[in-house]
């Protein structure tokens, strides 16, 4: 199966939220780049509401479930939090296809590391079952290490979400094989151990294309600030269309 392309829509309601007019339109937004193809719809509601808000995600979820309606049975909505009881009382009551669970202080400007494991998996293990037992697949934001992949799989995660910022200021620095090295062996256990790779931070045209050849079996790419950037050049149809493009052209490619 190709690798998904789930858009980011935090930065949509982000500029939305700095005037009271509603505009620009999350859902009109969320639309659109699932008219260009997009495969989901991610979304991180922090506790401050600073960009998505709670009252966007259900809207979200029936929009999701719309398109799957219409026959895009392959659209997902993924709702990544820290899971806190406000966090976990909202995903189990709009139930997405993926819960991917991240360790951010609630006043953190972004995420920038995966979770403590092992250190964390007795706090982690009973909030994965929880997830799972109503129907929901769970993934850890993890960074690329052995202990991790081992980690995540004990407490009973399906999938881990690579977190890649560092690839990106190494792809940056010029450092491109190198940075690559850790992700291909974490993705490399963590498949041998059953477990679905995800990816997502910092992933942009220029460093995706690099990145889906080297994990041919990557599950899926979650992608926000650097698609609502290209966005301004393009508009949010052609900005999903250029990202497609890099993971379908890599893949094609392959074939």
């Known amino acids: 199966m190709p690798t998904a392309l789930s858009v980011n829509v935090n930065k949509i309601a982000l500029l939305r939220n700095q005037r009271?007019?509603?505009?620009?339109?999350?859902?009109?937004?969320?639309?659109?780049?699932?008219?260009?193809?997009?495969?989901?719809?991610?979304?991180?509601?922090?506790?401050?509401?600073?960009?998505?808000?709670?009252?966007?995600?259900?809207e979200l979820s029936e929009v999701v479930a719309e398109y799957r309606a219409s026959g895009r049975s392959e659209v997902e909505f993924n709702v990544e939090g820290y899971p806190d009881e406000r966090f976990?009382?909202?995903?189990?009551?709009?139930?997405?296809?993926?819960?991917?669970?991240?360790?951010?202080?609630?006043?953190?400007a972004t995420s920038d590391h995966g979770w403590d494991l092992p250190g964390q998996a007795e706090m982690l293990a009973p909030v994965v079952a929880r997830l799972k037992s109503g129907g929901m697949r769970v993934a850890l934001f993890a960074d690329p290490l052995p202990a991790v992949m081992e980690g995540a799989k004990a407490v009973g995660a399906d999938r881990v979400e690579l977190y890649t910022g560092p690839y990106f200021d190494a792809h940056l620095a010029g450092q491109r094989s190198d940075a690559l090295e850790p992700f291909v062996a974490a993705a490399t256990l963590?498949?041998?151990?059953g477990l679905g790779v995800n990816a997502g931070h910092d992933l942009t045209l220029e460093n995706l294309g690099a990145f889906c050849a080297a994990i041919p079996w990557l599950a899926e790419v979650s992608i926000g600030h650097a698609i609502t950037a290209d966005a301004l050049d393009l508009g949010f149809a052609g900005a999903v269309r250029a990202y497609r493009g890099v993971i379908h052209g890599v893949q094609s490619g392959r074939a």
């Open 190 to 193: 963590a498949r041998s151990l």
């Open 88 to 108: 976990l009382t909202l995903v189990e009551r709009v139930k997405p296809h993926q819960v991917t669970l991240v360790p951010d202080a609630p006043d953190q």
């Open 20 to 58: 009271h007019t509603g505009m620009p339109s999350v859902v009109g937004l969320a639309r659109r780049v699932l008219d260009a193809g997009a495969d989901g719809i991610t979304v991180h509601p922090r506790p401050d509401q600073r960009h998505i808000r709670e009252s966007d995600v259900p």
